[in-house]
């Protein structure tokens, strides 16, 4: 996978960390998300893998406001598509 759609996932997770209108919850989903992504001890297929495991269970959350589910489906599918290829 590209240093370069990581970047990018680890912009759009940063500003689920940062907004005070996400839950707790799922803050604390993104900042895990977020570690695993950038840790470089493992394989980047694995921690895509890892991520968008997490992702998906929380994107089901009902209490996800609805700008954050929009931003959680648009990293599963950056993932996602980068880890067919």
Not at 8 to 26: C, D, G, H, Q, T
Not at 37 to 62: C, F, G, H, M, Q
Request: net charge negative; no cysteine.
């Amino acid at each position: 996978m590209s240093d370069e759609s990581f970047d990018e996932v680890s912009e759009i997770l940063k500003y689920i960390m940062e907004n005070p209108s996400v839950p707790r919850n799922i803050r604390r989903a993104a900042d895990e998300s977020y570690n695993t992504l950038n840790d470089d001890s493992e394989d980047s297929t694995v921690r895509a893998s890892a991520v968008i495991l997490k992702l998906d269970e929380i994107s089901n959350d009902p209490n996800i406001p609805i700008h954050a589910r929009t931003l959680i489906w648009e990293i599963l599918s950056k993932l996602e598509a980068r880890s067919v290829i």
